[in-house]
């Protein structure tokens, strides 16, 4: 209508959704874009009416998408708000337009229909036969339309698979509050799905419900509810334990298994993994085999097998995780192989699987995987990948080659290539100011980029600032460092840095903080307990000497409160109470009884 977009245009957005998850079809259809527009316009909807959704809820749909914005509700929070008055059954805001209002509107979308009652209306009072007639002919009119409608589901089931295909794949993950609201949107998906009519075909129903479950949970797990991703996939998957699935749904289960081993690297016990990856083996063989499957297929199994790698390394068996590596490398090749079309497989792939090569020692395998994703995100391929996609891949890669190239002492080399790594990263924090796998990727390249820019003899103040900006960009990600183990590791080298370069240019004060930062960073981790309370003794030794009493004596009472959690996590540190640095806190009775405790010297040399 040619005005400017506001928070209503949203709302409308959101309820034309909803719309089409209740009706199973877009609630505008037209055979061109030009009369799609004039029937957005007149909201001369398409779809069937819902019929069977509570009135309340027909109303508030009704007000969301009224064609009058003034009409709508001014916000999307008033249209949650009635939602949930829906769903607890309380009144809604909602209210039906005006008898007049209506009619001039219904006139409008359907004048030909305005005629036909104005010659009927008409025709009543002059052939009463003929009003009979209109009638049955509106029953028979009725009929046909139901028998459309049921005749269509099947299509409409298949539109809500290409919804949730699309939603689940969809950039809007990586907008401020993206995650969460993919999540409500896909779990809104799944409980319709659930509650279709008894006489929905139940086969195809099955396969639509494991498509929406297998985005949920990847939702979930995205916005840190990792036990509500846990237990949506363990039951989704319960539900085909004792049947072979068709290729299609193979893959999907396969992929809810990924989910799982994803849950497990980053900390969540899960029941029966080994059974779960055998089973993923078998399902994908499946897919394999399916000639409209083989290409995801063979992403998932690629996928599936760098996880392999990185879950052995956790067990501890470095055989078992060389012959994974192997394999992995066997699957990512197969994809690069036939991965024109695939860019962004190729890249991901490529992109994990030099980074395991590198964690390995073999740099030159490494160096050529992250060069593969480079060249597979060349600009030929922009049309295929969103910006985001890009920008965050290249940014790995140019990061993975730093890293390669610092391993071999080629600091020109590595400051060239996190300079890269750092512009890509920060166009990405840019563009998506709310993504937290954006913000701990661009807070782990400064952090790295500081670490080489000290090796090299870079400007102090440069490096502090560098690290204490990756440190404020962790702050903001706290929720998703704890449900990521990579994120939250980058964090403890940052904070780990920090405290070494702070520790070399004498700023007590500073050192305190950070030593604080550590041990609020993880309270039941011993290694971070003894390197906190060591940076607090050093801080404290610093303050003490520039005069600062009243700084240096809480440094020193964290000092002390994170040598006891270290002792409660079962691994008393490197900390040598007999140190000098220790000597402010002999009078303390709570110290007085930890060295009557441990009154043998550490096993292990001091840690700075």
């Not at 003490?544 to 959690?565: H, N």
Request: net charge neutral.
């Amino acid at each position: 209508r040619g005005l400017a977009a506001d928070e209503r245009a949203d709302v409308y957005s959101l309820a034309a959704t909803l719309f089409q998850l209740l009706a199973l079809a877009a609630p505008f259809r037209a055979p061109d874009a030009d009369r799609l527009r004039q029937h957005i316009l007149a909201g001369r909807r398409s779809a069937p009416e819902l019929a069977h959704v509570p009135p309340e809820l027909r109303l508030v749909l009704a007000m969301a998408m009224d064609v009058d914005r003034d009409r709508r509700y001014p916000s999307a929070e008033a249209f949650g708000a009635d939602l949930d008055a829906v769903l607890a059954r309380r009144p809604v805001r909602a209210r039906g337009l005006p008898w007049r209002v209506r009619a001039t509107r219904w006139l409008q979308r359907h004048p030909a229909a305005a005629i036909l009652l104005l010659v009927v209306a008409v025709a009543a009072v002059l052939v009463p036969s003929a009003v009979a007639w209109q009638q049955v002919q509106s029953l028979a009119a009725l009929r046909h339309e139901k028998a459309r409608a049921d005749a269509a589901r099947d299509d409409a089931l298949s539109a809500v698979r290409e919804f949730l295909t699309r939603f689940g794949a969809s950039g809007i993950v990586h907008r401020p509050g993206g995650r969460k609201l993919v999540a409500e949107l896909v779990q809104r998906a799944d409980a319709l799905l659930q509650g279709m009519p008894a006489d929905t075909d139940p086969t195809l129903l099955r396969r639509h419900r494991l498509l929406a479950a297998r985005w949920l949970v990847a939702s979930l797990r995205g916005t840190g509810a990792v036990e509500a991703a846990r237990q949506k996939a363990q039951v989704t998957l319960q539900e085909w334990a004792n049947e072979v699935p068709p290729p299609d749904a193979a893959l999907l289960l396969a992929a809810l298994r990924a989910e799982l081993l994803t849950l497990a690297l980053n900390g969540l016990a899960v029941d029966g993994l080994d059974e779960h990856l055998q089973r993923a083996d078998a399902e994908l063989a499946v897919a394999l085999a399916d000639p409209a499957s083989v290409a995801a297929a063979r992403a998932q199994a690629a996928e599936l097998a760098i996880d392999r790698v990185a879950l052995w390394g956790m067990r501890g068996d470095a055989e078992r995780q060389d012959r994974e590596l192997e394999r992995a490398l066997a699957a990512a090749t197969a994809v690069q192989a036939a991965g024109g079309e695939h860019p962004l497989a190729v890249a991901v792939l490529a992109n994990r699987h030099g980074d395991l090569l590198r964690e390995r020692g073999r740099l030159d395998d490494a160096e050529a995987r992250f060069t593969a994703a480079l060249a597979a995100l060349q600009p030929a391929h922009d049309l295929v990948l969103a910006p985001t996609e890009q920008l965050r891949l290249r940014a790995f890669a140019e990061q993975g080659l730093a890293r390669i190239a610092a391993a071999r002492g080629q600091w020109p080399a590595a400051l060239a290539h996190y300079q890269q790594a750092l512009q890509h990263a920060e166009r990405d924090v840019s563009a998506f100011p709310g993504d937290a796998d954006a913000i701990c990727g661009l807070a782990g390249v400064l952090t790295e980029l500081a670490q080489v820019e000290a090796r090299n003899g870079g400007e102090a103040a440069s490096v502090l600032d560098g690290l204490e900006r990756a440190r404020r960009l962790f702050a903001r990600c706290a929720e998703h460092l704890r449900t990521e183990v990579r994120a939250r590791q980058a964090s403890f080298v940052n904070l780990k840095v920090l405290s070494e370069q702070l520790w070399q240019q004498r700023d007590g004060a500073r050192l305190a903080d950070v030593a604080r930062a550590l041990a609020a960073s993880a309270p039941q981790d011993a290694q971070r307990q003894s390197m906190a309370a060591w940076r607090s003794l050093q801080a404290a030794a610093m303050l003490a000497d520039a005069g600062e009493g009243e700084a240096a004596a809480a440094a020193d009472a964290d000092a002390l409160a994170a040598l006891l959690a270290c002792e409660a996590a079962g691994w008393f540190a490197p900390v040598d109470l007999a140190a000098k640095e220790c000597a402010r806190l002999a009078a303390e009775p709570a110290f007085q009884a930890l060295r009557a405790r441990h009154p043998s010297p550490p096993r292990s040399g001091r840690s700075r």
